[in-house]
């Protein structure tokens, strides 16, 4: 880790930890991103600097920190504020552009062909911390207390998987399990923990048999799994059954 990337993390930590944040966007996410950084290069074979990777990582969820709107507004915005703070580092022009592109560009729906290695880098890095338990919790961390478990009228209807709609941390849930899908790759698809995904869609199961209880609502949770996992849903129904799954559980 270079100065730079010392003195980052030092100032960013206190702002990327509540109140000043909510969970799912927190330092902890942001240290998880990073240590998935060389599975990400080395299985995908896509070329980035590593420290390029880290510095974005870093910045990433810059605009997420109440702590920082003031500062962000001062500066004139999310992108100049970015440039600030890379002002102090030793990167040259090129490497700032392409930081502060992946920066940027890391929350948009569909990756593109011309994405850059780093911006495709960060953007798995992000999807992949959410699809398990920790992202079980984030999704509730993450609304703050301002969403409801569920819509007690319509508990499984999915209102939208843009994060600005979303109405209920179960959409939540079904919205990051959409992600999987969204990986631009088998590859990516790989450095999936197939485990973990397995609880992740267990715990939706489990969740919709109690929200059907206490609702007297049909549970139509498995819909919803399949409309998230789309084409992918019969290959990942798959691993309940994987000699794989067998095997590693029979090792715990």
Known sequence: MSKFQRSLELYLK??????????????????????????????????????????????HNLDRASSLKHDIQKAGGLSNY?????????????????????????????DDPSDSALLTALRVADKLDRIGPLGILASAADRGGLLLPYNDKKPFQVESTAEKNLQTIYNDLIRVLEWYGMLPSDKARSLVNKRRLKFYIEFLRMLGEEVSEVTNKENRVEEDVQKALGPYYHKVLGLESSPEIIDELSTR
Request: with cysteine.
């Open 14 to 59: 206190p702002h990327y930890a509540p109140p000043n944040i909510f969970g799912g966007h927190d330092y902890t996410h942001v240290q998880r991103m990073v240590r998935l950084g060389s599975q990400i290069r080395d299985r995908l074979n896509i070329d980035f600097a590593m420290d390029e990777f880290v510095t974005a990582v870093w910045l």
């Open 82 to 110: 970015c440039l600030l703070l890379l002002a102090t580092s030793s990167f040259n022009i090129h490497q700032r552009e392409r930081i502060l592109d992946a920066v940027m560009q890391h929350s948009k729906k569909d």
